[in-house]
Nanobody, 125 residues
Framework: QVQLVESGGGLVQAGGSLRLSCADS????????MGWFRQAPGKEREFVAT????????DYADSVKGRFTISRDNTKNTVYLQMNSLKPEDTAVYYC??????????????????WGQGTQVTVSS
């Protein structure tokens, strides 16, 4: 069954903002490390951001540091990605992912065992 559902994607002009949400219907959200990844046409899936189980620790790809913020609400089983100062090169399908029952922060997609279906983000110049 589908456990992760992303929303909030769309079309935005360069310099604009979007907030992505990912709702987790699983029972182990609070014990999951969560991550956001993206994949542009013709490119491999790449790491964007990750957040620890409690939300106290985060890590970002260099390309989004200072512009994107990952957060989570364990009472709502939801992880967010606030994206500011968007650039055309941010255009991609964005995926959230869960690494169940682990601790830490993970940038490698191989560490994640549950994936959402993705949401399209398009930034026009």
């Amino acid at each position: 069954q589908v456990q992760l559902v992303e929303s909030g994607g769309g079309l935005v002009q360069a310099g604009g903002s979007l907030r992505l949400s990912c709702a987790d219907s699983g029972r182990t959200f609070s014990s999951s490390v969560m991550g956001w990844f993206r994949q542009a046409p013709g490119k491999e899936r790449e790491f964007v951001a990750t957040i620890s189980r409690s939300g106290a620790s985060t890590d970002y790809a260099d390309s989004v540091k200072g512009r994107f913020t990952i957060s989570r609400d364990n009472t709502k089983n939801t992880v967010y990605l606030q994206m500011n100062s968007l650039k055309p090169e941010d255009t991609a399908v964005y995926y959230c992912a869960a690494a169940r029952g682990v601790y830490g922060l993970y940038a490698s997609p191989q560490k994640y065992d549950v994936w959402g279906q993705g949401t399209q983000v398009t930034v026009s110049s």
